[in-house]
């Protein structure tokens, strides 16, 4: 039997890191657009009452409020539902924010299949499709408790824009403690030769790991990137890999028009070196039920990424037969 791994939920080690890192800047400051329970951000202000600010249920106002708070040299955390995050606050983010040049940490919760039992309007399969054409913004998605933790105090210490996917459950540790981490970079959870699963965030890197191991047991070595950042992209890692294997698979909580498929697929087309297939939503808006069915509905499994890396060795197989 599997060992289990350890567990933290999320949404307590980012309100445990706020803590810290208040405690050390005075500049952190908290918003909230009336979801403090299920971001799970009152210990902080409970710490912190005034450098906690509850706005209500009026996302596009938090988005400005920060905004302003951030032009007085704070640097203020604004978290909210990934879709209204994106879909409702994307304006006011990218011009009171972004456009201003300005310092505003923007954190969107339950992304994609996460979002579960709220169903289809609040789950988000654009948000980071919206967010990548808004220039120099710094997308990631954390996979794991650990990495979480590293790259909040990252994108504290960088000065602009960033956005953060956030689940807010339960996570199993991929990482030791001890890890370091950087905005930009990614990470090699596993090496192979017959294909690399490029994965982003808690769903989804997991599932690559789960299908590389299954493949290895038929004698196809894949290897795992853990991306973590969309933009900046780790272009090095994924031409190193690209390279290296001939064949890539994106895997990510999301649309694959748009998200990291996309981002992907820009860097092999102006650098063509594989055959790439992109694992994730097709195209669809979401819909009620639980995470596990949810993943099947949408494709977001192993399974999907061992069809897609077959499917990826046999094309690469055929073209180099072809151009020889």
Not at 284 to 301: H, N, S
Request: proline letters at 4%; a neutral charge; hydrophobic letters at 45%.
């Amino acid at each position: 039997m599997e060992a289990v791994k350890e567990q933290k939920e999320m949404r307590a080690v980012y309100t445990e890191t706020l803590i810290e890192m208040a405690k050390e800047d005075p500049r952190i400051v908290v918003l909230e657009a009336d979801l403090m329970k299920a971001t799970g951000t009152g210990s902080f202000g409970a710490s912190f009452p005034d450098r906690t600010f509850n706005v209500g249920v009026a996302e596009a106002n938090m988005v400005g409020i920060a905004a302003g708070l951030s032009a007085k040299g704070k640097i203020p955390f604004a978290a909210t539902f990934c879709c209204f995050a994106s879909r409702r606050a994307f304006d006011q983010f990218f011009i009171s924010a972004n456009y201003a040049r300005l310092n505003v940490k923007l954190v969107g919760t339950d992304p994609g299949v996460s979002a579960a039992f709220n169903g289809g309007t609040h789950m988000s399969f654009e948000d980071i499709g919206l967010m990548r054409t808004i220039p120099k913004l710094v997308i990631f998605e954390p996979s794991d408790p650990v990495s979480l933790k590293a790259l909040v105090r990252e994108a504290a210490s960088h000065y602009g824009c960033t956005y953060m996917r956030m689940h807010r459950k339960p996570i199993p540790l991929l990482y030791a403690e001890s890890e370091s981490f950087q905005l930009g970079k990614g990470k090699v959870l596993r090496e192979g030769k017959d294909a690399v699963i490029v994965a982003l965030g808690a769903i989804m890197v997991p599932e690559a790991l789960k299908a590389a191991e299954a493949l290895s047991t038929e004698g196809i070595s894949v290897a795992v990137i853990d991306i973590l950042t969309v933009k900046p992209l780790d272009q090095e890692l994924v031409l190193r890999w690209a390279k290296e294997t001939g064949c890539v698979i994106t895997a990510e909580n999301h649309q694959v028009m748009g998200g990291l498929g996309s981002a992907v697929a820009e860097v092999l087309a102006e650098e063509p070196c594989a055959v790439l297939r992109r694992v994730g939503v097709q195209e669809e808006f979401g819909e009620v039920g639980t995470q596990e069915y949810l993943q099947k509905r949408f494709g977001l499994t192993a399974d999907n990424l061992i069809e897609a890396v077959r499917e990826g060795i046999a094309i690469k197989k055929r073209e180099l037969i072809r151009t020889r």
